[in-house]
């Protein structure tokens, strides 16, 4: 089975486990199972980085929360967080700290291999396994884009940036359409391969991530401006540098 299929599976009930082992395998992945931080940990020293890590928010010892951060510096391996169905407060941070998406318990199997399969794509994209060439540097306003190492550098202040994988496709979908209207589901079906949710806030901690690491102000934007009830528009001339 090729490593880009396996998915490492980070649970402390047993029973998850295994019925995301059974289902997970039978989808046609590779799955390894461990039950704490301490054996997610143990899993990337020995077996290396999988192509996506389902981590449960509440886990002994250390939380998915700081293990999902423990992840981000040093990786940006996809990551879908498992949350209890009624806490929306446990989704928003996920996103903030760098999760790709989230999935409440009790999930629909189903749902969660389309959820999967969605940002395994969106993954592959990013680093170009499935699109033709794409300028490897990109210039726009203050900013300069690395879409090889995924690193965002200030050109006056040389400040660097490592951008997660939901960071990344959110700011490519930006600049692949500057000056164009790009609505919420636009912007989900972009980052979640799927329609925004009503009253979900995950889109809006997204943009607010994107802009804090912009240096963006939501009052007074130079980057990205809010059009009330329409979307949301990239605002600064984008410039193209191929190698």
């Known amino acids: 089975m090729p490593l880009q299929n396996r998915i490492l599976v980070v649970d402390d009930d047993q029973d998850i486990r295994e019925l995301l082992d059974e289902y997970l395998t039978r989808a046609g992945y590779q799955v390894s199972t461990v039950k704490d931080g301490d054996g997610l940990l143990t899993s990337l020293e ?3 980085y999988p192509a996506l890590i389902l981590l449960d928010v509440m886990l002994p010892g250390d939380d998915g929360f700081a293990l999902c951060q423990q992840v981000r510096r040093q990786s940006n391996v996809p990551i ?8 929306e407060t446990d989704q928003i941070i996920g996103l ?3 999760a790709d998406d989230y999935i409440a318990k009790p999930f629909n199997p189903r749902q969660l291999v389309a959820r999967i399969k969605a940002v395994l794509r969106r993954s592959q994209v990013n680093h170009g396994e499935t699109q033709p060439a794409v300028a490897q540097h990109i210039v726009f306003g203050d900013w ?3 879409t090889i190492s ?7 202040h040389g400040t660097t940036l490592d951008l997660s994988g939901s960071d990344f496709t959110l700011l490519m979908l930006f600049l692949s359409r500057p000056n164009e209207v790009l609505d919420r589901d636009t912007i989900s079906c972009a980052t979640r391969g799927r329609e925004a949710l009503p009253f979900e806030r995950g889109i809006d901690v997204q943009l607010s991530r994107l802009r804090h690491r912009l ?19 990239l605002t600064v001339p984008v410039n193209y540098e191929h190698p």
């Open 150 to 156: 995924h690193q965002l550098s200030h050109l006056e």
């Open 96 to 98: 903030e700290i760098g």
């Open 80 to 87: 879908i967080m498992l949350t209890a169905v009624s806490d």
């Open 144 to 146: 300069r884009l690395n």
């Open 215 to 233: 240096g963006d102000s939501v009052k007074y934007p130079q980057y990205i401006k809010t059009l009330r009830g329409n979307g949301y528009m």
């Open 46 to 48: 020995n077996q290396g």
